[in-house]
């Protein structure tokens, strides 16, 4: 099993405003869903708050530490980074770490490679970001150009 942490950063590597994405390019949505279909998108609780419903043709992972969650079809409630390890290790699919920042660093030293897509903004207010230093240990594979100045890059974890 791969896991793969995806995710959207401006140039100040903001990826959050007020609990929500800071902008909405459907060519990166695009992108997300074909990357990630089929497989299992590990979340916080407080992304799972910004979509409207489970994504579909994946397997919703929503960790909380909340103890009344709704039950939903395809979407799996868990409280810890672990439990959502294990469960990656019976599934015949790939991980996603989708976010948000505190996701991102939970899953820090498991990530295996990331699909990084750099948003030609410099959002003002951001509240959410990616540490300077979340690629440190990753090098660049692959890059594709998705318009709208969007441009995603592969990166693999060295060594
Ligand atoms: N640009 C992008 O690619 C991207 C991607 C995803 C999200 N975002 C943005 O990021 C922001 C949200 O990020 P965030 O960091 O504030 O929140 P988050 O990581 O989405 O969710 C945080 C919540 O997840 C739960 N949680 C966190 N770590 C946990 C752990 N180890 N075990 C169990 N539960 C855990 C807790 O829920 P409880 O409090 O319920 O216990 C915590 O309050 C939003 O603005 C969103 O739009 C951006």
Redesign the pocket.
Known sequence: MTITGI???DRNLA???G???PWHYPADLKFFKEQTTGNACV?????WL?LKRPLPGRLNVV????AEVEPRESVVWL???QSALSLGVYLKCDLFV??????FE?FREEIDRWLVTEVPLAVEGAD?FMPQDFLRGFGPRDTRDLGDGLKVTFYEREG
Do not use: P
């Not at 989708?98 to 996701?103: E, L």
């Open positions: 995710v959207a950063v990826i959050g405003k609990g929500g994405l979340m916080g609780y407080r992304t910004t960790l909380t530490s909340r409280r810890d980074k989708i976010g948000g920042a505190q996701i939970a959410t």
